[in-house]
């Protein structure tokens, strides 16, 4: 074909004589089915009209369509598909025309895809917030709870008395210790001096009375001091041994009356 | 007045015919106003006609497409549909004609029964669409339909022919009535 002849032409003045022949080449075409078509139109014409009515309609119309469905039908049969001059402008339009289809249907595509991100992130965002407060809302209400559940702890009246109980009761406990503790250690390091007045001759005056034990003289001057406590003095009688009463006396333990040597008192520790 | 035939001329280069036929002027009015708003490749012309025969005065191009719009409220338009059918040539029926029946939403105001509608078309072989144009979702919709019909009619989808549409469209309708 002259074409290609001058397609291998590398001079650039041939290119625009390419686009004029495929132009003249596509104009021939369809000048060439033109043609054709008005030849049909021509045959067409001749034919008659035919109208119809309600009760031949149905079978007329599809006698009809069965005679043009197997016509169709040969014709597509017969028919090899035509080729398009396969000119290189021809090709590259049509390849550009595609092309740009294409682009557009991939823009319409990716900015329905965008829109759907950023929907999908904007609910994303909201369903966080949404989240996040209702966690806070959740730490508040524990806490919340927490705290009732302390107060409920502490105004509960029983468990301050129970409390208020058990303290007393260690208390009397300790005091009972103490004592018995006191009274264990008195007996060991101060006992009463029976054993010695028998060793000793009978030149010493007997004392007529029961001696008393330092623990129960303790006792008295205790009781005295915390009955009576305007008049904590207590006279000192026979029972109690004289040793013992130096004994105190000299240690601080008892006082003696400021204007009665007979009376003596338990020093007031606590106070 | 002879009848309308389909391809009585040769057709205009790149352009598509449609020929709606009703007694409801506003409502085609509004249907062909929608069909031009839309977006198509080849040339749209509509033309509105009361009924067939029309005036032959007038030079028009080449009809690719028929339209007839019945409107369930008034039987009116039934038959007047019923008589323009006879002014066609039978050529046309096969796949150039569509039967469009508006009102169906509102059933109370219906003197037309759905029934005779799907009759009428199932003896004229033809599709029947039903469609609310006074709604002007399902108006727009329709119009975009049409449209994608009157382009396979015209010839400017290739590999697609009229009848093939028809042999297409044939698969919807209800399979009791094949029976009539």
């Known amino acids: ?271 | 007045m002879s009848a309308l035939r389909p391809l009585d001329k040769l057709p205009g280069l790149n352009a598509a015919t449609i020929l709606l036929v009703g007694t409801e002027d506003a409502l085609l009015q509004q249907l062909a106003d929608s069909m031009l708003k839309e977006d198509c490749t080849s040339e749209l012309n509509v033309h509105l006609a009361r009924a067939l025969p029309l005036p032959c005065s007038v030079n028009r191009p080449r009809i690719d497409l028929i339209v007839f719009v019945v409107n369930l409220h008034s039987k009116h338009s039934l038959q007047n549909v019923e008589e323009s059918l006879c002014h066609l040539d039978a050529a046309f029926f096969l796949g150039k004609v569509t039967f469009l029946a508006t009102g169906a939403g509102r059933d109370s105001h219906c003197s037309v029964h759905r029934n005779t509608v799907v009759k009428l078309a199932h003896t004229y072989r033809s599709p029947l669409l039903f469609c609310d144009l006074e709604v002007e979702d399902f108006r727009a919709s329709m119009a975009q339909r049409l449209v994608r019909l009157l382009q396979i009619c015209a010839g400017h989808v290739p590999g697609v022919s009229a009848l093939n549409l028809l042999s297409l469209l044939r698969g919807s309708e209800n399979p009791s009535l094949e029976d009539l």
């Open chain 1, 1 to 271: 074909m002259s074409v290609n002849q001058q397609d291998l032409d590398p001079d650039s003045t041939t290119d625009v004589e390419d686009v004029a022949d495929a132009e003249e080449e596509l104009i021939k075409k369809c000048e060439e089915m033109w043609k054709d078509m008005e030849e049909c139109q021509n045959k067409l014409s001749l034919t008659g009209t035919e109208t119809l009515t309600d009760s031949n309609a149905q079978l007329s119309l599809l006698i009809m369509q069965v005679k043009c469905l197997t016509a169709e039908l040969s014709q597509w049969q017969k028919e090899t598909p035509e080729m398009i001059p396969l000119n290189e402008e021809i090709l590259v339009t049509l390849g550009i025309e595609e092309f740009q289809k294409l682009r557009h249907d991939l823009e319409l595509v990716l900015s329905t895809i965008q829109s759907n991100n950023e929907k999908l992130k904007e609910d994303l965002e909201r369903e966080q917030k949404w989240l996040d407060e209702q966690q806070q809302i959740l730490e508040s209400l524990n806490e919340l709870q927490n705290g009732l559940k302390q107060q409920v702890v502490t105004f509960s009246e029983s468990r301050i008395f129970n409390e208020l109980k058990t303290k007393m009761r260690d208390i009397k406990e300790y005091k009972e210790k103490l004592l018995v503790t006191l009274g264990g250690f008195l007996e060991d390091h101060f006992p009463l001096p029976d054993r010695n007045v028998k060793k000793k001759k009978k030149n010493i005056q007997e004392s007529t009375a029961q001696l008393i034990t330092l623990h129960e003289m303790l006792e008295i001057l205790l009781n005295r001091l915390f009955g009576v406590p305007h008049d904590p003095y207590v006279k000192i009688s026979e029972s109690f041994w004289p040793p013992y009463i130096e004994l105190l006396l000299r240690n601080g333990i008892a006082l003696r009356h400021p204007e009665d040597p007979t009376r003596i008192r338990l020093e007031a520790f606590h106070q």
